[in-house]
T-cell receptor, first 115, second 109 residues
Framework: DAGVIQSPRHEVTEMGQEVTLRCKPI?????LFWYRQTMMRGLELLIY????????DSGMPEDRFSAKMPNASFSTLKIQPSEPRDSAVYFC?????????????FGDGTRLSIL | QKEVEQDPGPLSVPEGAIVSLNCTYS??????FMWYRQYSRKGPELLMY????GNKEDGRFTAQVDKSSKYISLFIRDSQPSDSATYLC?????????FGAGTILRVKS
């Protein structure tokens, strides 16, 4: 089976631009998670979906961040407008059931740099 | 204070050494405990998964949980250069995982 696929792998853009990160979860997985990883804060959960429905977005830092999951095989995380402090590695992960019962499988991340 | 505390290291050991990685936590509600390994420029991958207090062994890896002390450990026997990576502990909080900061491990040949 193919793993979680994220695109792009790297993104460099200027402050104020819109950024869209994409994720294709593993087929058959019910849960999808978006994380952000920085040296200062480690790996933080931003939002997660169950069966395409957002369940908990309490980790989304600001209204500039939004996430959608229009179908079971695709999700996006959008930042508009972007700021330098958004620079981080963004990971998408998926799992079959609740995260405590099944392992979360991570993609290789999108390395985002906002200049 | 963070819910999960983990020494970021780096921890540098010679090949063949026994490695001990640790996390402490403050939330008594945590029930599931995991260790993830993350290679440079890759996503984390699950190494070990435990539910109850005690030990769980898988090859060269042993995960230990002490709920009374709110302390978990990962032991790596006969460490190899290929074990060089960042090791993150993670714990379940409801339907979410809370991660430690990660410990950078370097195994020198």
């Amino acid at each position: 089976d193919a793993g979680v696929i994220q695109s792009p792998r790297h993104e460099v853009t200027e402050m104020g631009q819109e950024v869209t990160l994409r994720c294709k979860p593993i087929s058959g997985h019910d849960y999808l998670f978006w994380y952000r990883q920085t040296m200062m804060r480690g790996l933080e959960l931003l939002i997660y979906f169950n069966n395409n429905v957002p369940i908990d977005d309490s980790g989304m830092p600001e209204d500039r961040f939004s996430a959608k999951m229009p179908n079971a095989s695709f999700s996006t995380l959008k930042i508009q407008p972007s700021e330098p402090r958004d620079s981080a590695v963004y990971f998408c992960a998926s799992s079959r059931q609740g995260p405590g019962n099944q392992p979360q499988h991570f993609g290789d991340g999108t390395r985002l740099s906002i200049l | 204070q963070k819910e999960v505390e983990q020494d970021p290291g780096p921890l540098s050991v010679p090949e063949g050494a026994i490695v001990s990685l640790n996390c402490t936590y403050s939330n008594s509600a945590f029930q599931y405990f995991m260790w993830y390994r993350q290679y440079s420029r890759k996503g984390p991958e699950l190494l070990m998964y435990t539910y109850s207090s005690g030990n769980k062994e898988d090859g060269r890896f042993t995960a230990q949980v002490d709920k009374s002390s709110k302390y978990i450990s990962l032991f790596i026997r006969d460490s190899q250069p290929s074990d060089s990576a960042t090791y993150l502990c993670a714990m379940r909080d409801g339907n979410k995982l809370v991660f430690g900061a990660g410990t950078i491990l370097r195994v020198k040949s």
